[in-house]
């Protein structure tokens, strides 16, 4: 299995790490031909406007959006905002989910905090509390279509959805040293493939 990490900007060296931690082959991805031969993408946290603005720069937006058409995808915090449809700020998105998401909706920097999540979809027997990181964060207001949301803190808010094969989180799994959902992810990804 090859996934790849879109290294534009942002934490892209720390789920490289998790992935090769993991056996996996991780492949930095800044132009449209590294996509090719790859089974899945994750677009790390960063800062969307940044992301977004090197993505059109580089040629990437129509590659990564016929790359998601086929593949498994999964953004964290910026990625999530990149992969919305609805941020409601102008700025250059993949715009392939039916989610609304509202940037820095947790505050600012100094504002970022930890957090024990209960996440139902993970294999039985791995009902620990996942150990989630929000910096600056961004809220997945509203799951619309077949999007579903997939986590919640205690409060409700949503923090992670899915659709199909797309995978969103608005926090950071790969600066933790648990990676339930980096294997949660690989089990979307291998689905495709076994679809193929
Ligand atoms: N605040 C950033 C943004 O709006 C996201 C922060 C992050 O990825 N940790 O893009």
Known sequence: MKIGVLALQGAFIEHIKMLEGMGVEAIEVRLPEQLAGLDG???????????????????????????????????????MIF??????????????????????????????????LDVAVFENGQSAPFPAVFIRAPKLVEAKGDAEVIVRLADGTAVAAQQGKWLVTSFHPELTGDDRFHRYFLSLVREVKIDD
């Open 41 to 79: 993408l994750i677009i790390p946290g960063g800062e969307s406007t940044t992301i977004g603005k090197l993505a059109v720069m580089y040629d990437l937006m129509e590659p990564l959006r016929r790359f998601a058409a086929e593949k498994a995808v999964w953004g964290t915090c910026a990625g």
């Open 83 to 116: 992969m919305a449809q609805d941020v409601g700020a102008n700025q250059p998105l993949l715009g392939i989910m039916d989610i609304v998401v509202a940037r820095n909706a947790f505050g600012r920097q100094v504002e970022s905090f930890e957090t024990g």
